[in-house]
């Protein structure tokens, strides 16, 4: 499916299923919204979820963003059985990767049994237990607030099958419910949230829930690191939810500020305004930048994943929440209204904060990069980097090779080569080089702490992301061109790194803002219409 059919068949249920009333109605009453859902299966969107050979990652997350511009709880709700079958798809068997294929083709909704109720992210810590039986396995146990876990059909576990733990100690099980008896699998109640108000935000628990073993996806004990492995792939995905969050705030506030006067004319016209709008605008591409490169080195830069889909998922969901402020800041208290001029932004907001939480909150992806960052600051130093990954990464018109997972691996080897091209591609930039000397010195000098990390490396994790943020701006620019105002004399690229680097560049910020209030297309992109 592209995005256009997409645009066109959501259109055409704008005033029935997928009506904006129509989805707040069910918000306001924690109501699964079935009707907007039930209009992407019957067009057999779940096909997007198979992840082969001929598969389109960006493509995939491309249709995420669209379907997340018009209703964030109907995207996190839908899209999950993505991030549910993930751990097939890395470490399935032949016939394991058919099989739900299928099933995932068909419409199948799946969730992905991660967190307990007393462990939360610590998956170490998981009590779910698979014991060994002659042939198969016995489930115990329960997980909770998982998305999807009463309306799945299929559930994919991570489950203790050692009972002393440890990194060798946990597999994952794919559990078609149902082949078990009724009392074996029980959902457990619905989760009232702050926002997805309507989502199937839940748990389920199992006793005695006996699985064959051609359950097990990958080997025993490799479970944590099939996860892992998983994680690179969904989190990056993610980004697709946030760009999404931004295209429908930018939406509101070009509305507002093109129809509401303030002492005698268009707040378009404020000065003051034009400065939130065109910076607002500008962080949403700073976000898509990353978003961008992140979805397209699945193909081209499989290996350094274990970096990228970190910073991927601190940067992207980080910036739009500082996007969601700014335009807060401009709809002031008609921001909090569920009636015009505010329509939807409350709703919005609360919607998106759970984006930079589930598959690995912030602080989570920051202490994963810490892990690596000496390596990566030698690596950057040294300004060793995959040349010809880069270049496909880069380049939007370059063919993608084809998703190999076996190039998926829990440390870079060659760090990450968009950071580690920055000395060479901002040759013309000295305050940008200043910024990448400063940080190699840090990085390689950078000791993990053992039992905890302290405040200040979290601020150096979150340089390395601005820094990659700047290499996904700077390659972009430098590897294409679009026939758009956008485009016109490095404008997107100006205000991106006025933002990244805490310029005040009021004229880029100005004209970014009358690109904004002229804006038509369903997206607010670099990439066109192609978004």
């Known amino acids: 499916m592209k995005v ?31 009707e907007a859902v039930a209009v992407l299966d019957e067009a057999g969107f779940g096909r997007n979820y198979v992840l082969d050979r001929d598969s389109s990652f960006p493509g995939m997350t491309a249709l995420i963003r669209a379907v997340a511009r018009r209703d964030l709880t109907v995207a996190i709700a839908h899209g999950k059985t993505f991030l549910g079958s993930a751990p097939v798809w ?31 992210a610590d998956l170490l810590a998981g009590e779910f237990a698979a014991a060994r039986l002659d042939d198969g396995w016995r489930l115990d146990g329960e997980k909770w607030l998982i998305n999807n876990a009463t309306r799945g059909g299929t559930a994919c576990v991570l489950a203790r099958t050692d009972p002393q733990g440890g990194a060798r100690g946990f597999s994952v099980f794919l559990v078609d419910r149902s082949r078990l008896p009724e ?36 080997e025993a004990g490799d479970g944590i690191t099939v996860v892992l492995k998983a994680l690179q792939l969904t ?113 919005l907001e609360r919607d998106h904060r759970i984006c930079g939480i589930f598959d690995g909150s912030t602080a989570v992806n920051r202490a994963a990069l810490l892990a690596q960052m000496p390596r990566l600051g030698r690596l950057l130093r040294a300004e060793r980097l995959d040349a010809d990954g880069l270049r496909t990464t880069a380049r939007l018109d370059a063919g993608l090779p084809a998703f190999d997972r076996d190039r998926l691996v829990l440390t870079s080897p060659t760090g990450c080569s968009l950071v580690q091209s920055l000395p060479a591609v901002a040759s013309w930039a000295p305050d940008v080089l200043t910024e990448v000397d400063g940080l190699a010195e840090t990085a390689a000098a950078f000791v993990p702490a053992i039992g905890g990390l302290p405040s200040e490396a979290f601020d150096l994790a979150a340089r390395y992301e601005r820094a990659y943020a700047i290499a996904c701006c700077l390659h972009l620019w430098s590897e294409n061109h679009q026939d758009s105002l956008l485009w016109t004399d490095g404008l997107w690229l100006r205000a991106c790194l006025a933002v990244l680097l805490g310029r005040d560049d009021e004229e880029a910020f100005d004209a970014m803002a009358a690109v904004l209030l002229d804006w038509k297309t369903p997206a607010f992109s670099i990439l066109g219409e192609a978004a």
């Open 90 to 120: 890395v470490a399935g068997t032949a016939a394991q990767v058919s099989a739900h294929a299928d099933r995932v083709r068909a419409g199948e909704v799946v969730c992905w049994g991660l967190t307990e109720r007393d462990h939360g």
């Open 183 to 218: 009392d074996a699998w029980q959902p457990l109640p619905k989760v009232l949230t702050h926002g997805i108000r309507g989502a199937d935000i839940s748990g389920f628990a199992a006793q005695g829930a006996v699985v064959g073993d051609d359950a097990r996806v990958g």
């Open 235 to 347: 989190r990056i995905a993610c980004s697709g939810l946030s760009l999404g969050a931004a295209d429908h705030a930018l939406r509101i506030a070009r509305d507002f500020a093109t129809g509401r006067k303030l002492y005698g004319r268009l707040l378009a016209d404020v000065p003051h305004v034009r400065q939130i709008l065109g910076r607002a605008a500008a962080t949403a591409l700073t976000a898509e930048a990353v978003a961008v490169v992140a979805t397209r080195s699945v193909h081209a830069l499989p290996g350094e994943l274990s970096v990228v889909s970190a910073i991927a998922k601190a940067f992207v969901p980080t910036q739009v929440q500082r996007l969601l402020g700014s335009v807060a800041e401009l709809l002031g208290v008609r921001g909090f209204l569920t009636s015009a001029p505010g329509t939807g932004f409350a709703k």
């Open 4 to 34: 256009a059919e997409l645009e066109a068949l959501l259109s055409a249920h704008e005033h029935d299923a997928w009506s904006p009333e129509f989805l707040a109605a069910h918000d306001d009453h924690d109501r699964f919204p079935a």
